[in-house]
């Protein structure tokens, strides 16, 4: 150890730790580099992007943040941006409160079946998407709802996201039940007990939910590309899709300042949030 | 992306039950000298519990149950969203896997896919996790910087991104060339884009790489000090503490990572320009599916292939927990 070397020499250099660590940078390297290329290539004037090698512009092309903002097929990008924020927030809004409470039930109440139904929602939670889509769309299609926002807000209101549920339960179970019977004493109901004492202490499970519903839907692509169609509609990701035929690199600068504007909240949320994100994803495969 | 914590949830299903048992028992224990008052309580509380469950009890019937039932039938049937469902009794499942050679192409890329992109995925994240866990400083970082990939990955932004890079003339053609493979891009030769789809997924290793790590991280040190002072090396230690210890992480993430291989969509979409080109070498079957389903309206045949990937990925799961009993070491039921 450097500890038991005398005072004045210098300390013997830990070539494995050295090791490691400039392993660790070149992962790093490798899998920032996208990003790096993503922003680098959004100022890239559009001669530049095939012509030249490196990875820094000539010049800063702001012009293709402009050409963005304009949007595709007369929607503005400031649309398309709201658009993708509405279904965001309003499954955010679904997804915290249906999961909330059912998460409440199985972790804290009684009542008959339990065992058996939670054991279906976990099972829920491995179902593919697939296997319930096309019967999904035919009722929205009969409710007048395709080309609308409701087929991706309204299944969360309904706690469709059974990984919730059971990432809040598992967060309740570890509450002490001693609080419980504390409301229960004060005469708080099921109700009071949820609202007043419970809730307030779940919140950072329901932060993580929140955030990762956030992120997830702003990513959905599948969702959004069967129900909306008309360009009034399109969110970002279907915004972004009208070029992925478009083989021209001309168009490369415009699209890729879109693809930057539609990362951001997502990097925003990840700056803001890493450690919550970060811990409850390590969380998911243990706890129980 | 949707997160299957498998082996924590078979725990928790059954500890789940023994609570339920438990609190029946108590209840039957406590019934004959009961005030009445406090029976009609629980009634309340059962209602109340139903009240919570609501939401849930409606979406899982309307939006799950009642939709794989619906979907089970529509397979038995040619429906094309305008006309009503005509019975053909298994001829969808014939032509699946008699006339249809798409098909046939989708089911292989797929498990070609599943097969190379997630043994990587997983090779990497534990050896990464392995290499955080001895670091001193540093590794919070590290280990946040190495999990952003997953939350970006699914985004169109970066599937677009790995499609120019992928391309003729884009950095990994240039960086061929530098070192004269001169091959040009992979988004346009067959078996190649597939490889550029599935090093979009090992660029996500992030996710399963921080439930390594946190695995790791519950293991007694005193196991490795212990084998120390019998005289185990490093890969000894890796191989008879680490592996068996970290082998219900493993085997969570390697359900988790399968089932959500085998429906991979955007990258796919995003790569092959929708279509599942060059030559459908990357038409997966979720975007084989979406193509019979939503551009082609034959719901009946859609629903059919749905049916296939949901018995396909059960299959497939059931087959893991199988093999699970003789390489999965749970610690607590040995010891306690």
């Known amino acids: ?255 890729f300042a879109m693809s930057v504007f539609a990362l951001l909240p997502i990097v925003l949320f990840f700056l803001a949030f890493q450690r919550l994100l970060v811990e409850g994803m390590a969380n998911s495969g243990l706890k129980g | 992306m949707a997160n299957a914590p498998a082996s924590t949830a078979r725990a928790t299903a059954t500890t789940g039950a023994g609570e339920a048992r438990k609190a029946a028992a108590g209840d039957a224990a406590a019934r004959p000298g009961e005030p009445r008052r406090d029976r009609r309580s629980k009634r309340e509380r059962q209602g109340a519990a139903w009240v919570f469950l609501s939401p849930w009890v409606l979406g899982a019937s309307v939006l799950t149950l009642l939709p794989m039932a619906v979907s089970l039938y529509l397979s038995f049937t040619d429906y094309n969203l305008f006309d009503p469902p005509s019975w053909i009794g298994l001829r969808n499942y014939v032509q699946m896997f008699t006339e249809d050679p798409r098909l046939l192409r989708s089911v292989g890329n797929t498990l070609l896919y599943v097969l190379f992109a997630v043994p990587l995925q997983l090779a990497l994240a534990l050896t990464v996790a392995v290499a955080l866990k001895s670091m001193r400083r540093g590794r919070n970082f590290y280990r946040s910087a190495f999990y952003a990939p997953s939350l970006l990955g699914a985004s169109m932004s970066i599937a677009l991104v790995w499609r120019a890079i992928f391309n003729d003339g884009g950095t990994v053609d240039n960086l061929l060339a530098g070192v004269g493979l001169d091959m040009g891009g992979w988004v346009n030769k067959p078996g190649w884009a597939l490889l550029s789809v599935a090093l979009l997924t090992v660029w996500q290793f992030g996710a399963p790489m921080v439930i390594f790590l946190a695995g790791l991280q519950q293991i007694p040190q005193d196991l490795y000090e212990a084998a120390a002072v019998d005289g185990a090396g490093r890969w000894r230690q890796f191989a008879s503490i680490t592996l068996p210890m970290l082998s219900p992480v493993l085997f969570f993430n390697l359900v988790l990572q399968t089932i959500q291989a085998f429906q991979v969509f955007t990258p796919a979409y995003a790569v092959s320009g929708g279509r599942g080109g060059p030559a459908d070498s990357t038409l997966f079957y979720t975007l084989y599916l979406y193509d019979r389903g939503f551009t082609a309206s034959h719901m009946g045949y859609a629903s059919a292939m749905a049916w296939v990937l949901l018995v396909a990925i059960g299959i497939v799961t059931a087959v893991l927990f199988r093999t699970s009993r003789s390489w999965v070491f749970y610690a607590n039921e040995e010891v306690r």
Request: charged content about 10%; proline content about 6%; some cysteine.
């Open chain 1, 1 to 255: 150890m450097s500890a038991t070397t005398a005072a004045g020499r210098r300390r013997p250099v830990n070539w494995p730790r050295v090791a490691l660590h400039a392993g660790a940078l070149a992962v790093l390297v490798v899998l920032l580099y996208p990003l790096a290329w993503l922003v680098a290539t959004s100022f890239k004037p559009a001669d530049e992007v095939l012509a030249s090698l490196a990875l820094l512009p000539s010049r800063l092309a702001t012009e293709n943040y402009g050409t963005a903002a304009e949007g595709i097929e007369g929607v503005t990008l400031l649309q398309l941006f709201g658009n993708s924020l509405t279904i965001s927030l309003g499954a955010v809004l679904g997804n915290v409160l249906s999961c909330s409470l059912a998460a409440y039930a199985f972790a804290r109440l009684r009542f008959t079946m339990r065992g058996p139904l939670f054991a279906f929602m976990i099972a829920t939670i491995m179902l593919p998407h697939h296997a319930v889509l096309i019967p999904q769309y035919i009722v929205f299609n009969q409710l007048g709802m395709v080309n609308t926002f409701w087929p991706m807000v309204l299944p969360k209101f309904l706690a469709t996201d059974a990984f919730f549920v059971f990432l809040i339960v598992q967060f309740m179970r570890g509450l002490p039940r001693e609080l419980d019977e504390a409301a229960k004493i004060d005469g708080c109901g099921p109700f009071g007990t949820f609202v007043r004492v419970v809730l307030p202490l779940t919140r950072p499970a329901l932060i993580t939910t929140a955030i990762f519903t956030f992120i997830w839907t702003w990513n959905d692509f599948f969702t959004q590309l069967i129900y909306l169609f008309e360009p009034d509609k399109y969110t970002l990701t279907l915004a972004l899709r009208t070029f992925v035929d478009t083989s021209s690199q001309s168009a490369y600068g415009p699209m």
